[in-house]
């Protein structure tokens, strides 16, 4: 598996911040973009916050991941549609969800 993680910002508003997490509650997220997820090979999400940046880590199958299936593309746009509401990119112009870059893991530093 691959592991990826990503960064985005929320409007900075805890109305807004709570309505985004219940959005995100368990049963919340629609049964199609759960779907899509899966599909396209994610094999894990998880989702965390602090203030309102949100971390994203996903385990990715070793194959990378998959397209979304066509059929699916209107949903998963109305869903990115409403997800705008509270989402805001870190750096203007930039994707919603920025890749992050690992800078430390414990494995690879010399046994002390």
């Given amino acids: ?10 409007d900075n508003d805890p109305e807004l911040i709570a309505a985004y997490e219940a959005r995100h509650a ?9 779907h899509d997820i899966r599909q396209r ?4 999400m998880e989702i965390w ?9 996903a385990e990715i199958v070793p194959e990378g991941l998959t397209p979304s299936a066509p ?4 949903i998963i746009d109305q869903w990115e ?4 509401a509270y989402q805001r990119p870190i750096a203007s112009g ?5 890749p992050m870059t ?6 690879e530093q010399p046994a002390a």
Avoid: C, H
């Fill in 81 to 84: 549609s409403e997800m705008d």
């Fill in 49 to 57: 916050r602090v203030a309102n940046r949100l971390v994203m880590l």
């Fill in 26 to 34: 368990p049963g919340s997220v629609w049964p199609e973009i759960v």
């Fill in 41 to 44: 090979g994610y094999r894990e």
């Fill in 71 to 74: 059929e699916l593309q209107p």
């Fill in 94 to 98: 930039s994707p919603k969800w920025l």
């Fill in 102 to 107: 690992r800078i430390f893991a414990l494995d």
């Fill in 1 to 10: 598996m691959t592991r990826a993680l990503f960064a985005l910002d929320l």
